[in-house]
């Protein structure tokens, strides 16, 4: 599974609340593969940066927790157990989540994270785990960081950000 975030105006937002789930998966692959689109896709590092935010894995979203909801997103498109996982943030709660965020060393808390902790949690993707720490330590900072500034951009933008992790 991996985690792609899609940046979407008022307009386009609405266009994806009022689609049935199956469209909403064509209509936001569709998007993601136009020129213009602006999304950031961090692969499968989604629940890693999640755990190292929240000392949760994300498939254990923590409501109302803007660090968590970074990772996760605020609402779901969807009450059906059976469909994909896609959620959006609305441009209120962008402003919300960034300020949190600013107020975080992501890389103090890195630090603090074990691969045998990860290990433990059973936090996605297993195999990860083979490389060096100090190797996912670069990675998982540089996703985070480019994260961040895809947040900041759909702040500035007064954008809404949909989260898909399939």
Request: aromatic residues 8%; without cysteine; charged residues 25%.
């Amino acid at each position: 599974m991996i985690a792609q975030y899609l940046m979407v105006d008022n307009a386009l937002l609405e266009q994806l609340q009022n689609a049935t789930d199956t469209a909403r998966t064509a209509l936001l692959e569709s998007m993601s593969e136009q020129p213009q689109a602006q999304l950031v896709d961090l692969g499968k590092l989604w629940d890693i940066i999640h755990f190292v935010l929240t000392k949760h894995s994300a498939t254990q979203p923590v409501p109302d927790e803007p660090v968590s909801e970074f990772v996760v997103g605020v609402e779901t498109f969807s009450d059906n157990e059976d469909a994909d996982f896609i959620a959006f943030i609305p441009w209120a709660h962008i402003v919300e989540i960034v300020d949190v965020l600013e107020q975080i060393n992501f890389k103090k808390r890195l630090e603090k994270v074990s691969m045998k902790s990860l290990r433990e949690q059973a936090i996605f993707p297993p195999n990860i785990w083979q490389d060096k720490k100090e190797n996912l330590d670069k990675e998982l900072l540089a996703s985070y960081n480019e994260l961040l500034a895809f947040y900041n951009d759909a702040l500035d933008n007064g954008d809404n950000i949909v989260v898909s992790i399939l």
